[in-house]
């Protein structure tokens, strides 16, 4: 009975993790809306551009938010290395992004909006038809690729010992991230994270702290202050740099790469904030069951809002409704900010429920097809 009883807790105790990890998912994407939406607003701090309290705000706020991408592969990461691969998860993946690529277009047509964000022409439909390949999405092409390499970097996650696991990670954290974060000059080959080389360091970096663990967030304390000290510091470098720009007109290149996905204190803010959520605990009731029906929309909220149609007018059409945000004051600043974010992330989620369902039920009429069958028995193999 006491053996069974520790299991038992063990299980339990999985459980809350994964609850805590579903609810951190869903902080991530908010943070992700808050990143677009100060993009799109102009309320960032910019070389040689104008100054003020809401920028600064807006550079603090991006600053904290700006792991949001790092924490969605760290999670992704920490829970793949260890599960099997899945034919059926790559083809619900790629359908929930045709799903949004080309129907946004259709329906925007029908109701007589614009639906031109793209490129004219035959590369314009092109980007409609083909999402991944065109990185309509960049973040859904860049994990849609890196789902693909999963089986081998599992592979070679588990053949490989601690010490030849530390060397591989270091080696491509030095050629992805360590370069750049010191050296004030664009490299060639330097995206910025935006890619899947980038993804697949972060990968890593998750599969060793399942595996192994990491000190830096081996209690709540150091994972909060490894988080909220990278945030600070990445503050504290990108207006420092806005201020020398505007002084003297250098480094107005290096003042933006404090906010690349793959600048050194971006990793590691990630890192700290996925590590600081093992230790939330979220009680039983409406919270947790609220957490457990959101947090499988959160990407639909992504493909909803970047949809290459709207990711440039949906401040606008907010602003439409409340007003521009440039004449609130650091106040309206902040009020505005909460309610664009969370009337984004709403109607995505109800946008994706609808998805959702509208999936389960293709789901249930396709199951006992041969297609289906064939599926399955591919996935058999992993």
């Known amino acids: 009975m006491r053996g069974r009883g520790k299991h038992m807790g063990k299980e339990r105790g999985r459980k809350e993790r994964l609850i805590n990890y579903e609810l951190l998912r869903i902080i991530a994407m908010l943070m ?47 829970f793949l290395s260890e599960a099997g691969f899945k034919i059926k998860r790559v083809l619900i993946l790629v359908c929930q992004v045709l799903f949004y690529a080309i129907l946004i277009p259709l329906i925007m047509t029908g109701a007589g909006l614009s639906a031109n964000g793209g490129e004219e022409g035959i590369y314009g439909l092109i980007q409609y038809v083909f999402p991944l390949q065109t990185e309509h999405y960049w973040f859904a092409a860049s994990y849609v690729y890196l789902y693909l390499f999963t089986p081998l970097l599992n592979i070679a996650v588990k053949g490989m010992g601690k010490r030849q696991l530390q060397i591989t990670i270091g080696g491509l954290l030095l050629l992805f991230c360590g370069w750049k974060s010191i050296v004030p000059v664009h490299f060639v080959m330097d995206r910025a994270g935006y890619d899947f080389g980038w993804f697949l360091c972060v990968y890593l970096v998750a599969a060793y702290i399942r595996r192994y663990g990491c000190r830096l967030i081996q209690d709540a304390k150091r994972a909060w202050g490894l988080y909220v000290g990278s945030a600070l510091l990445i503050f504290a470098m990108g207006t420092g740099l806005y201020m020398i720009n505007r002084r003297t007109g250098q480094f107005a290149y290096y003042m933006e790469v404090p906010y690349h996905y793959n600048f050194v204190f971006c990793l590691l803010g990630a890192v700290g904030l996925f590590g600081a959520f093992r230790y939330v605990r979220i009680p039983e009731g409406r919270w947790k069951r609220l957490i457990c029906r959101l947090s499988p929309l959160t990407f639909g909220v992504y493909l909803f809002h970047e949809h290459i149609d709207i990711r440039n007018e949906w401040t606008g059409w907010i602003e439409d409704f409340i007003g521009p945000v440039a004449q609130t004051g650091i106040g309206g600043f902040i009020l505005h900010l909460c309610l664009s974010v969370f009337a984004v992330y709403i109607a995505g989620s109800f946008i994706d429920g609808i998805r959702l369902n509208i999936f389960r039920f293709v789901g249930r009429y396709l199951e006992n097809t041969k297609i289906a069958g064939a599926i399955r028995k591919l996935d058999g193999e992993w």
Do not use: K, Q
Request: glycine fraction near 14%.
């Open 32 to 78: 992700v809306i808050t990143l677009h939406y100060l993009s799109h607003t102009g309320m960032l701090l910019t070389a040689g551009g104008e100054g003020g309290s809401s920028r600064v705000l807006g550079m603090l706020t991006e600053s904290f938010c700006i792991v949001a991408v790092n924490v969605y592969v760290l999670i992704s990461g920490y």
